[in-house]
């Protein structure tokens, strides 16, 4: 009787990218609806927020490997849902705000920022 055959290294897959965007909007979601100012009209800045996420994940964001051009088109794609006012002026460090939608949703847990 033999053990369980593991496959070759070539066999292991990493995750598609797909799954990988759908965990970094999750959390960019959860730090941007951490900060008061994103839903009192003043915004969070993009570079703040990255910040945070890669202090709280211990990981670095990176949207091109995400497949975005800029940090714009990452969180316009990645946080449809919860973004209202978004400075554009600057594609690279775009200010982010909540919609009204998302700050009447309760939610629990710890703050991120």
């Known amino acids: 009787m ?4 593991v496959p070759p290294s070539s066999a292991i897959v990493a995750a598609p990218p797909a799954v990988a965007a759908v965990v970094v909007a999750q959390r960019l ?6 900060f008061p100012c994103a839903a009192t009209g003043g915004g ?3 570079q ?5 996420y890669e202090e709280r994940h211990n990981a670095r964001l990176d949207v091109q490997a995400l497949g975005f051009a800029s940090p714009l088109e990452a ?3 990645l946080l449809r849902d919860l973004l ?3 400075d554009v002026r600057e594609a690279h460090n775009p200010v982010l705000g909540l919609a009204d939608a998302a700050t009447l ?3 629990t847990g710890p703050s991120f920022a």
């Open 2 to 5: 033999s053990g369980p055959t």
């Open 29 to 34: 979601g959860e730090l941007l609806l951490s």
């Open 44 to 46: 969070v800045r993009w």
């Open 48 to 52: 703040v927020l990255a910040l945070k």
């Open 75 to 77: 969180v316009t794609a």
């Open 84 to 86: 209202g006012c978004v």
């Open 105 to 107: 949703v309760p939610r």
